[in-house]
């Protein structure tokens, strides 16, 4: 782009503060029946002192997983997108249960599962363990689950981690 064709980032009236643009240029996927640019432009206004533009940009990107998606996988995974009820009091309850069971998945991501589930959604944990293929098989007076060796390692493998953690005082014990 030629120097003639930038709009202003922010306009000087909304702050009298000195800040820096870090714009980022990267290569755009190219539409086979459209006539773009090439590149791609990303712009960040930062009042961050002192810092190279790669660690801006590094903490930019990672403010996306403090909040953003955390707000997304509330509302998307836990129906959180609405408020059921007519009073603040019934929603408010009706929100610390979905925060609650958020906290919950958080917690069993973590501790339960192996590396590579960090950064799982709810639906993505709901698609790989609960909506697992299976039959149920009745053999001798029992029942049986059949579902494939691979699911079977991953429940067996999560058994193993949340016995470990009881083991290592990580829950509260039963007491009677």
């Known amino acids: 782009m030629t120097q003639t064709k930038w709009p202003p980032a922010i306009p000087a009236r ?10 980022m240029r990267r290569p755009r996927d190219q539409d086979l029946f459209e006539e773009k640019s090439p ?13 190279d533009a790669a660690i801006t940009m590094e903490w930019y990107s990672k403010r996306g997983d403090a909040s953003e998606n955390r707000i ?7 129906g959180m997108d609405y408020m059921p009820c007519g009073t603040f009091e019934a929603n408010a309850v009706f929100f610390s249960i979905g925060v609650l069971a958020y906290n919950l998945y958080l917690g069993f991501r973590s501790d339960a599962l192996e590396s590579g589930w960090e950064r799982s959604q709810i639906q993505t944990v709901r698609w790989r363990l609960f909506q697992t293929a299976g039959k149920v098989v009745r053999h001798g007076r029992k029942l049986f689950l059949k579902i494939s060796a691979e699911a079977l390692e991953i429940f ?21």
């Not at 590149?39 to 810092?51: D, L, P, T």
């Not at 997304?72 to 836990?78: C, E, I, R, S, V």
């Open 14 to 23: 909304f702050t009298n503060k000195a800040f820096r643009l870090i714009v």
């Open 39 to 51: 590149w791609r432009y990303h712009a960040i206004a930062s009042n961050r002192e002192n810092e």
């Open 72 to 78: 997304k996988d509330l509302k998307l995974g836990f």
């Open 156 to 176: 067996a493998r999560i058994r193993e981690r949340r016995a470990r953690i009881m083991k290592e005082g990580g829950a509260v014990p039963e007491t009677s």
